[in-house]
């Protein structure tokens, strides 16, 4: 969530191509979405993701409680479907956006389930 560390950890990977926003970057502090902070002129895209551990936690114990879990590697979670959607997380963006409206210019456009 720090702007400070994402620029100290990407500034010296201009030589690879990585290139961030600086705009960009101090704008993308939310836990709701995804945001692209790259330059325009970044050979590579450069993003900020969420995560949601508690998910994670949630879904490893509930499927270990019904005997269904199996390792990390081979257990589906419910987020890794491509039509997944975090409705409270989308519902907390929503909200964030009415007070930074910013925000929509630099969420991560995903092929398929644009807005």
Do not use: C, W
């Not at 479907?81 to 456009?109: G, I, M, S, T």
């Amino acid at each position: 969530m720090s702007p400070i560390m994402r620029r100290e950890m990407t500034k010296n990977l201009e030589y690879f191509g990585v290139k961030i926003d600086p705009a960009k970057n101090e704008l993308a502090h939310t836990r709701n979405a995804e945001m692209d902070i790259s330059a325009p002129d970044s050979k590579v895209k450069v993003f900020v993701i969420p995560t949601d551990e508690e998910l994670v936690m949630t879904e490893d114990t509930v499927a270990l409680l019904e005997g269904r879990y199996d390792i990390h590697t081979k257990f589906t979670y419910s987020f890794q479907d491509p039509h997944y959607v975090n409705k409270l997380r989308e519902a907390n963006f929503q909200k964030e956006v009415e007070e930074v409206p910013e925000l929509l210019e630099v969420r991560a456009k995903i092929p398929g389930l644009e807005k």
